[in-house]
Structure formats: C-alpha cells, structure tokens
C-alpha cells in the first residue's frame, strides 16, 4: 500500500529566500508522484507531476520537484519564495497500474503550510 | 474548459440533520472522486466513480454516507444523519485518464 509522509507540517521562509517542502513516500511499485497547492477556502490545484522519465519534474509558479528512487523522495523546490506562495502544499502518490482504465487512486500527504515573511 | 463545479460552498448544519452535496465534473471525464478533508489532515478518498459504477468505497461509512453518479456525470454525496465528527471540507475531483486531477472549490460542512 503507498503512502506519504510530508516532513514539517509548518514551514515558515522570508520573501527572496530558497522554498525546501519534504516529501517521502513508500510504494510497492513504481509510483507516480504529485505536489498539490491549496490556497484557502480553494479546491486543489496541481503544481507538477512525475510519472515517468526526466526525474526532475518542473511545475507551474516556479516550483520543481525531484524524484529520488534511492531516496524514495519527492521534495519540493522553489529558488526565491513569494509573498503569494503562501499556502498549503501536499504531496501525493498514485496507485494507478499502467493499463489499468479505472483511474488513479490518490494517497495524500498529511501537508506543509508555507508561510511567507516580507 | 470549465473546471469542477461543487454547490453549496458553506452548509451549518445540526447533528441527526441530513445533507447533500452535489458535483458537476469536467465534461468528458469518466472518472469521479469524493474527497474529504479534515481540519490540517490531507484529503481521504470517499468513493470513486468509473462513469457510474463504484469503483472504490471501502472508506465510506456507509451507515451515514452514500453517493450516487447517475447517467454518468453529476455526482450527490448524502449524510444522514450527520456527526460533530463529519464536519470538515467535502472534495470532488474528476480525471480522465492521465495522470493528474481536478478538484472543485470543496464544501465546507459545518455541523453543530
């Protein structure tokens, strides 16, 4: 069965500074992996996806993330944070078997808040 | 593209009381999720939809909790009766079939 774990439910940078969001996850197969960003009172929004290739994935907004196999990592990266990366970030794992036409299944991480300070 | 459209945003109910959230999916896509998210947890899958067959619902409490697909595109989610407990925000998301989501803006369930 997979799981996430998001290391740090607080994270707190100043504007300008390096964004560094953890994510571990363990899996029986090869995973598929996602970042979701929630602003509040909104729905989830996908910020970027690994799935299958280059393993540094680059996403919406400035962020990367990159997959690590021997790490079993999938952290989240951002060179200069924003007064507007303000949010709650997840990290999610998908079940989905290739071939398999019944969608994906999607385990979540627990989630890190990223505050921003001027 | 329209995106995935949830109604009503806020619902205040009492405990016993009964309610229903509806969904609206990207058209097109066959796959339906309900998701529910508690207060500083990630979102826990309630039931997925595969145009209107169940896919999964092993985590639904289904002596409180059932949902319907009919004809395959818009989705209601039902509790009854409702629990202090079931207070937190109600997530739909549809996918077609790569790799990625699209979640509505949730309902936000309140009971008191």
């Known amino acids: 069965a997979q799981s996430v774990t998001q290391l740090g439910s607080h994270v707190s940078v100043s504007e300008g500074a390096l964004v560094l969001l953890r994510c571990n996850y363990s899996s029986s197969v090869p995973p598929y992996l996602f970042w979701y960003v929630q602003y509040p009172n909104q729905g989830l929004q996908l910020l970027l996806k690994y799935t299958t290739g280059a393993t540094l994935v680059k996403g919406i907004n400035g962020f990367e993330a990159e997959f690590k196999k021997s790490e079993t990592s999938f952290h989240l990266t951002k060179p200069s944070a924003h007064m507007s990366d303000a949010a709650e970030y997840f990290c999610a794992v998908s079940d989905r078997v290739p071939g398999s036409n019944t969608g994906n299944q999607f385990y979540f991480g627990t989630g890190t808040s990223l505050t921003v300070i001027p | 593209e329209a995106g995935v459209a949830q109604s009503p945003r806020y619902k205040i109910i009492e405990k016993r009381q009964s309610v229903a959230f509806w969904c609206n999916p990207i058209?097109?896509?066959?796959?339906l999720y309900w998701y529910q998210q508690i207060l500083g947890q990630g979102p826990k899958l309630l039931i997925q939809?595969?145009?209107?067959?169940?896919?999964?619902d092993s985590q639904l409490p289904k002596d409180r909790f059932s949902a319907e697909r009919l004809k395959g595109v818009d989705s209601t989610l039902k509790i009854q009766p409702a629990k202090l407990e079931d207070s937190a925000v109600y997530l739909c998301?549809?996918?077609?079939?790569?790799?990625?989501?699209?979640f509505g803006s949730g309902t936000r369930l309140t009971v008191v």
């Open positions: 058209s097109g896509h066959a796959t």
């Open positions: 939809f595969q145009n209107n067959g169940v896919v999964d």
């Open positions: 998301a549809s996918s077609l079939q790569d790799y990625g989501y699209t």
